[in-house]
């Protein structure tokens, strides 16, 4: 279910634009605005079959506009689960799965879209290539898809009491859970959505969707303070995914509270042939603010050519890991703490490391592909710690 439509105002803008840059005689100009204002609040009331001809309207103007393309193609998959004809079902399926591709081919890049594309393209746990696949037990499934047609025909209490059988049927679908909360935000009631958004978190803790719907009601109720908690949340077990970032920055703008890890200017560097770490901009060993990064080179260089092999004897090929980077900071911060005249970005990392957020900061601020793979293994044992490092250095006093 898809509460939150971060980009659906941009499309206004796109068609005023558009009528604005197009040659386009008045009365067409008019319908795709007159179109995409429609199509915009009906899909904020979650009428997505609704909007559909207003979309196919401003679709046939704006073709190459992914976000379009995408709330052209989510509002025919919730079409076909309204109707009760297979075949017209399945068409509305196919209609949708070729929007959400051309999507995805013009560059849209959001979780949503792809979660979708991969359960209608089979690669959901059945298989199946007709809509999203929440369950293994067929009752439970398809109960979930009469649930989900409830809730985009706007009948919230029908839609919730079917939420709780598939939770019966199946204790761990997380989506039933949250789409219930989902049906509680519409209907105003911040109480029960708590309930339902907190089943699903204890369904799957490690899920960023139901901290940060559940923040949705604490920010209505201006209670801020509780949302930032459920934001960051969200944040530290999906640190990677976009809308869990989404989610903290609607939270910064709102209370004008400024959002920014500690700047840590690490030179840039690359390996040569031989296993050599060498700097793009060259370092004097003098210079007491900079000779501190030679060692962190010099230990990265160690990780690169030995230490990588013995620490991970299962990985096949060297990656940057979490472990390389905590100890290189840590060497470079050990060099700095020698000289006279250490800067200020090493004392915020020793600062970091005698309160044991550093390998926190590492995941948060400064991850690569390498260093994220260590975040799923890191969260289990140190939740904590990345808990305190987004509220106490991420969240800006």
């Known amino acids: 279910m898809i509460n939150q439509f971060p ?9 005023l634009f558009l009528a604005a840059c197009v040659s386009l005689n008045a009365q067409t100009e008019e319908e795709i605005v007159q179109a995409t204002a429609k199509a ?20 046939k103007a704006m073709p190459d506009n992914p976000q379009i393309r995408f709330f052209y193609g989510w509002s025919l998959l919730a079409k076909s689960k309204q109707v009760n004809k ?15 591709k051309e999507a995805k081919k013009l560059g849209m890049n959001e979780p949503e879209l792809d979660s979708l594309l991969a359960i209608m393209t089979g690669q959901s746990p059945t298989g199946g290539s007709e809509g999203p696949v929440y369950s293994q037990n067929a009752e439970a499934e398809k109960t979930m898809n009469q649930a989900e047609s409830l809730f985009a025909q706007s009948r919230y209490e029908e839609a919730v009491k079917l939420f709780e059988k598939v939770l019966t049927l199946d204790p761990k679908v997380y989506q039933a859970a949250v789409s219930g909360g989902d049906c509680f935000v519409q209907k105003g009631d911040w109480d029960s959505a708590e309930k339902w958004y907190q089943r699903a978190i204890a369904i799957d803790p490690n899920r960023e ?9 604490l920010m209505k109720q201006k209670k801020y303070d509780q949302a930032r908690d459920r934001y960051i949340e969200a944040f530290i077990v999906e640190p990677y995914n976009r809308m869990s970032h989404r989610g903290i920055n609607q939270w910064s703008e709102i209370t ?8 840590i200017e690490v030179p840039e560097f690359t390996f040569d042939a031989k296993g050599k770490a060498v700097p793009k901009t060259a370092i004097d060993p003098k210079d007491p603010s900079a000779s501190p990064w030679l060692a962190y080179l010099a230990t990265r260089e160690s990780w690169k050519n030995e230490k990588f092999a013995k620490a991970f004897p299962k990985e096949k090929q060297y990656r940057h890991s979490l472990t390389e980077e905590a100890e290189s900071l840590r060497t470079a911060v050990k060099a700095a703490q020698t000289g006279k005249l250490p800067d200020k970005q090493f004392e915020i990392l020793g600062q970091l490391d005698n309160e044991g957020l ?6 948060l601020a400064r ?11 890191y969260l289990k044992d140190n939740r904590p710690k990345l808990r305190q490092y987004a509220a106490n250095y991420m969240v800006q006093k």
Request: hydrophobic residues 40%.
């Open 209 to 217: 969707t139901a901290y940060r719907y559940s923040a949705t009601p």
């Open 256 to 263: 004008g509270k400024n959002l920014r890890h500690p700047e």
């Open 367 to 377: 991850p690569d592909e390498g260093i994220a793979e260590d975040h799923p293994d």
């Open 86 to 100: 297979t075949e017209e079902a399945k068409q509305l399926s196919a209609k949708a799965l070729e929007q959400l």
């Open 40 to 59: 915009v609040t009906l899909i904020e009331q979650q009428r997505f079959a609704e909007a559909i001809p207003h979309l196919e309207i401003v679709v």
């Open 7 to 15: 980009t659906l105002r941009t499309i206004v803008c796109v068609a």
């Open 358 to 363: 550093l390998e926190a900061f590492i995941l």
